[in-house]
T-cell receptor, first 112, second 113 residues
Framework: KQEVTQIPAALSVPEGENLVLNCSFTDSAIYNLQWFRQDPGKGLTSLLLIQSSQREQTSGRLNASLDKSSGRSTLYIAASQPGDSATYLCAPVGQSSYKLIFGSGTRLLVRP | EAGVTQSPTHLIKTRGQQATLRCSPISGHTSVYWYQQALGLGLQFLLWYDEGEERNRGNFPPRFSGRQFPNYSSELNVNALELEDSALYLC????????????FGQGTRLTVV
């Protein structure tokens, strides 16, 4: 059974800092891994999708890496802004289940 | 292009009643996933439909059920509502089976009183 852990659970930083959010998963048999953000009470917004054959994916100030063999993914946020404040979720898709399994998220607050 | 749309946005029901939640996927997407997010808890997988068939089911009682229509839209039904069913219900769609990007709707907030 896939288990996903995200560290840290919460993070408060001043604007402008570069951030690292960590995601680990127990079953490396995945098709891909997605990173999402969720604003309070809202749905999820897809940030990045990394296929299992990829090591890295970039979109603007966001960069996600994947080390499938060790069951780890990292989301880097460069030059953080108050608008980045949200909960960030990672979700690998299992090869046997085809479903996204979510971690409990990292709650990020970027202070002006 | 329209994203994933869910209706209604909010739903208030009494314990014991039935609730029906609806989801329209992005055009061209054949897979629809349902997730439950109870307050303070993580996203729990409920159901996955693809090409009109139920493909996978999470660890929820049978009173949670659904279907997918020929146009790939989907319905989630919750029978005999209990207070602990109060949650944000999220629908996602993707092209094919799980190895493509999934997109989520804004959710239906179900409150059971």
């Amino acid at each position: 059974k896939q288990e996903v852990t995200q560290i840290p659970a919460a993070l408060s930083v001043p604007e402008g800092e570069n951030l690292v959010l960590n995601c680990s998963f127990t079953d490396s048999a995945i098709y891909n891994l997605q990173w999402f953000r969720q604003d309070p009470g809202k749905g999820l917004t897809s940030l990045l999708l990394i296929q299992s054959s990829q090591r890295e994916q970039t979109s603007g100030r966001l960069n996600a890496s994947l080390d499938k063999s060790s069951g780890r993914s990292t989301l880097y946020i460069a030059a953080s802004q108050p608008g980045d404040s949200a909960t960030y979720l990672c979700a690998p898709v299992g090869q046997s289940s085809y479903k996204l399994i979510f971690g409990s998220g990292t709650r990020l607050l970027v202070r002006p | 292009e329209a994203g994933v749309t869910q209706s209604p946005t909010h739903l208030i029901k009494t314990r014991g009643q039935q609730a029906t939640l609806r989801c329209s996927p992005i055009s061209g997407h054949t897979s629809v996933y349902w997730y439950q997010q109870a307050l303070g808890l993580g996203l729990q997988f409920l159901l996955w439909y693809d090409e009109g068939e139920e493909r996978n089911r999470g660890n929820f009682p049978p009173r949670f059920s659904g279907r997918q229509f020929p146009n790939y839209s989907s319905e989630l039904n919750v029978n005999a509502l209990e207070l602990e069913d109060s949650a944000l219900y999220l629908c996602a769609s993707s092209v094919g089976q799980g190895y493509t990007e999934a997109f989520f709707g804004q959710g239906t907030r179900l409150t059971v009183v």
